[in-house]
């Protein structure tokens, strides 16, 4: 113990948990759990729990708390804390949080209608001193500085909480030039007006200390009024008597309140450590995991390894059959990836054994392996499902009978974890430690616990109500990704170097005539250069600095148009060099060698509300707004010359499932009657008949509605659609006027989502949102938009799921000639055989109108080209 003066004599801490709570919550910037939930405050306090066992190795301990209800003091002076803030919003639900933590610490907590946290700390700490022990009070509360003796020591949380000071008697008397005591004097005679405590006006810390020092007491001061010196001091001190001793009984904390305890029973040594790691677990403290060393260590003693070969493949098939299930999971060859097909090794693992199988694919998968894979009959565990069933159709092995995806699991539970790793995943349910293994033995082991694994997670999926959207949208997804990612899409790298070379001309042009305008040579990429150039030579007025100089941002540019024309030049050319360097140069280096196409990897747990991702390269972002982003889809091309582009496009998606969930009626008639939306809303929202909507009118209208369905404010508008904040606010009051059905669902959404801290889809995908009971308007505000878009975009999201499973289903009965190719926001791309496109279109419209039934129609746009980009509307031909 490095902190205890004499260890013979038994330690007792008493923690003031109203106020400790408080001062961590503050010390810490908000956390949030994997349920949504705050628990920056509880983390801190329990951080700081352990720093004083450590340090101070306390004997016995105790946490006070406050209760809900009013305590004497309130009763003798209402206004007593009445001037207090209330309780910020993140705090609030992060009490039962932490007493809970608490009790699964089996540390003894006391509270008591009536009566303050201080009291009972002032009871304890007398009680504890009778029976001999040295007392320790950590607060935040300088109130409790008067309890100070001998025995009774505080250690007071000057900043934060990780910083104590130690008061003992002789350490007050240094600070306040009293004893502890005579501190219940000060406060009667000066008040607090952090408790709302009046005290004598006038009379200040300075006065109140002369005036002890003087008389000894507050009851002398008041006995002597006529000595005291000033005028209108005395005049105080007559007038408001019986206010100091008011103030005197509202600061003395009560000793004598009547509680029990048994202090030999506040031992630090009785919780279960299992208990504590489940709790550390589900508020995501893995750091106090660590310290605790709850995590088993995993090693290979457990397993044996046989490798599979033509001696025992058949054995081991016939065990796969009679078994019915077992755990998978494939290692690449190193360097490679999923495309190439290139696999090191299968290990395969069957429930409750100690045997690991390890197959070594040769030139050819063989023909047990095979068929143990594609098997429905054998249920498989596997992990990077999406990843193996890509390499294997390389392979010509379709995998089946997947019925446990680990990191799809943990991603539907937790949508903020984007990209969860196996090892990671594992670490968090099972409290497993992969330290001490090698990278080659950790493949083995993980695969070893997949059925403990699968358990934990499928339990969790039934919980929160996601083993349907799991089993019945997400899983079966993972095979109609990786024959995507294996189908490619064909890209003409000809027409993407004359792209680059045409954009290069260009760049080079600007350049030259910016260095004019200029009147010297600079670098336009260099930020530093340019503002030297805007700013100092050619004297533009500066807009915002940095810390190395001058910003030249996009917004800063913006604020800068009409005042020199070498601006509208530099704006062209990041827009142009961007383009070619991220997009038009990056494309080529990702072709495949072997097929000449591009195989982008789809991924289906990156986003929070459950939408597609793609990278290498990433499809979302190419850009269409411009004439020069719209050149690069052209280079997306059919792989054969007898197959043409079909695209396939959801119209106006979102603002159908905006109609379906809000169920307002004015909404749902104008989709139900086949009217062009926007135009119906601008003829609600500016009040005009439909034919005399203009297209600007209709343009603001389109912005009106996807912004209202993404929770856009008032300032959001204004923004967007260049008019004053004032007018945008008028547009929003006259659209929920019109569209009453909207308002009232968002209002519903929002406060359900505050009642059960996330959103949800149809679909029961959940995204948590705790942001939205902050007592910070910004982040409340966010998250009121988030919570109102989530359901919506969502829905959307699931929806282009499913219909992407209903058509690949269907097409694989079919003996059309066509591939999906590509999934870009609400849009399918297939390459379809020109012979077979009729045909193809019919079913693949009627499959993705039909997927889900909405109070809306679901429709989709088809339109048909050489290439991606030079499309035209295609009708389909139904057979008479």
């Given amino acids: 113990m490095s902190n ?51 340090e101070w190795q306390p004997d016995r301990m105790i946490i006070t708390f406050d209760k809900k209800e009013p305590t004497f003091r309130h009763q003798e002076y209402p206004e007593y804390k009445g001037n207090r803030k209330k ?11 932490l007493q809970e933590t608490i009790k699964k610490l089996e540390i003894p907590m006391v509270s008591k209608v009536g009566y303050e946290a201080d009291d009972l700390l002032g009871t304890l700490s007398k009680q504890a001193e009778k029976k001999g022990y040295k007392v320790y009070i950590v607060t935040g509360d300088r109130d409790a500085l008067q309890l100070v003796s001998e025995n009774v020591n505080i250690l007071y949380t000057k900043k934060g909480i990780s910083n104590l000071i130690k008061f003992d008697e002789e350490k007050v008397m240094e600070k306040y030039e009293l004893t502890p005591e005579k501190l219940i004097d000060r406060k009667g005679l000066m008040g607090d007006s952090s408790d709302n405590i009046p005290g004598v006006p006038g009379i200040g810390k300075k006065t109140a200390l002369k005036l002890l020092k003087e008389f000894g007491t507050m009851e002398e001061i008041l006995a002597n009024i006529d000595q005291v010196s000033g005028k ?108 190439s097909g290139k696999i090191d090794k299968i290990l395969f693992y069957f429930k409750n054994e100690t045997k690991m199988y390890i197959y ?27 990843l193996a069933f890509l390499s294997l159709l390389k392979n010509e092995v379709k995998v089946a009978g997947i019925s446990f995806e680990p990191l799809l699991a943990f991603y539907l539970l937790q949508p903020s974890s984007s990209l969860p790793e196996l090892e990671e995943v594992l670490s968090h349910e099972l409290s497993l430690s992969f330290t001490e293994l090698e990278t080659e033995q950790k493949l083995a082991v993980k695969t070893s616990k997949l059925f403990e694994l699968e358990t934990k997670l499928i339990t969790k999926l039934k919980e ?68 030297e150039i805007l700013f100092e030579k050619l004297g533009l007025p500066v807009i915002k600095r940095t810390k190395t100089g001058y910003s030249t941002n996009a917004s800063v540019l913006e604020k ?4 020199h024309e070498i601006i509208p030049l530099i704006s062209e050319y990041r827009e142009l060099a961007k383009l070619k360097s991220t997009y038009i140069d990056s494309l080529p280096p990702l072709i495949n060698d072997e097929t000449a196409k591009i195989h982008t990897s789809f991924n289906q747990m990156v986003t929070a509300t459950g939408r597609l991702s793609s990278t290498e390269p990433n499809l979302q972002n190419i850009p269409i707004r411009t004439e020069e982003g719209r050149e690069i889809r052209k280079a997306f091309i059919p792989s054969r010359s007898d197959m043409i582009l079909l695209a396939v496009d959801y119209s106006q998606i979102e603002l159908r499932v905006f109609a379906h969930l809000s169920g307002d009626q004015k909404l749902k008639e104008a989709f139900n009657n086949e009217a062009d939306i926007h135009t119906e809303t601008a003829a609600e929202v500016f009040e005009v008949k439909a034919e005399a909507v203009t297209p600007d009118l209709r343009r603001h209208a389109k912005v009106i509605n996807f912004g209202i369905a993404y929770g856009m404010s008032a300032y959001g508008l204004s923004q967007d659609l ?70 919506v975009q969502g829905t959307a999201a699931d929806i282009m799921k499913k219909s992407m499973l209903d058509v690949y289903s269907c097409l694989k009965k079919s003996e059309l000639d066509l591939n999906i190719l590509l999934q870009v926001h609400d849009e399918l791309v297939f390459e ?44 389909v031909h139904k057979n008479a």
């Fill in 722 to 791: 260049d008019i004053p904040v004032e007018e945008a606010q008028t547009y929003i009051d006259k659209y929920f006027e019109r569209f009453s059905g909207v308002k009232k669902y968002m209002e519903q959404t929002i406060e359900k989502v505050k009642k059960l801290g996330y959103a949800e889809t149809m679909f029961g995908r959940r995204r948590y949102i705790p942001e939205i009971n902050s007592s910070n308007y910004h982040r409340r505000s966010f998250a009121e938009r988030t919570a109102i878009n989530t359901p």
């Fill in 560 to 563: 800068l148009e009409g005042k």
């Fill in 87 to 97: 309780m910020p919003e993140e705090l609030v639900p992060q009490i039962n949080l």
């Fill in 4 to 54: 205890s003066e004499n260890k013979e004599q038994k330690t007792l801490f008493l923690l003031d948990g109203h106020s400790l709570t408080h001062r961590a919550f503050y010390a810490l910037p908000l956390l949030t759990n994997d349920q949504g939930e705050y628990t920056n405050a509880v983390f801190g306090f329990v951080r700081m729990l352990f720093s004083l066992t450590d």
């Fill in 464 to 531: 929160n109500n996601l083993l349907n959207l799991y089993q019945e949208i997400e899983l079966p997804l993972i095979k109609v990704l990786a024959q995507m990612e294996l189908n490619g899409v064909k890209v003409d790298k000809d027409w993407l170097a004359n792209l680059s070379e045409k954009l290069g001309k260009r760049l080079a042009i600007i350049t030259d005539k910016a260095h004019k305008l200029a009147g010297e040579e600079f670098n336009l990429n260099s930020p530093k250069q340019l503002g």
């Fill in 232 to 339: 209108k001091r005395k005049e105080n001190l007559y007038k408001y008597t019986e206010q100091a001793r008011l103030s005197y009984r509202l600061g003395k904390i009560k000793r004598d309140v009547p509680i029990e305890i048994d202090f030999e029973k506040c031992r630090l040594d009785l919780y279960d450590d299992q208990k504590v790691a489940e709790q550390f677990k589900n508020l995501g403290f893995t750091s106090l995991l660590d310290r605790f060393d709850f995590k088993e260590e995993l090693s290979l003693e457990n397993l044996e390894f046989e490798l599979l070969n033509q001696d025992n493949l058949s054995d081991f098939k016939e065990k796969a059959l009679t078994k019915t299930e077992l755990a998978v999971a494939l290692k690449l060859e190193t360097g490679s990836k999923a495309i």
């Fill in 832 to 875: 379809v055989n020109r012979n077979d496109l009729d045909e193809a279109a019919e079913l693949i419209k009627e499959k993705m109108e039909n997927t889900t039934k909405l109070d809306v129609p679901l429709i989709v746009d088809l339109q048909i080209g050489e290439n991606w980009r030079d499309k035209e509307d295609y009708e």
């Fill in 360 to 386: 070594h694919p040769e030139a050819k998968i063989a023909a047990e392996i095979k068929f143990i894979l594609e098997s429905k009959k054998v249920k498989k565990l596997m992990p990077d499902a999406k």
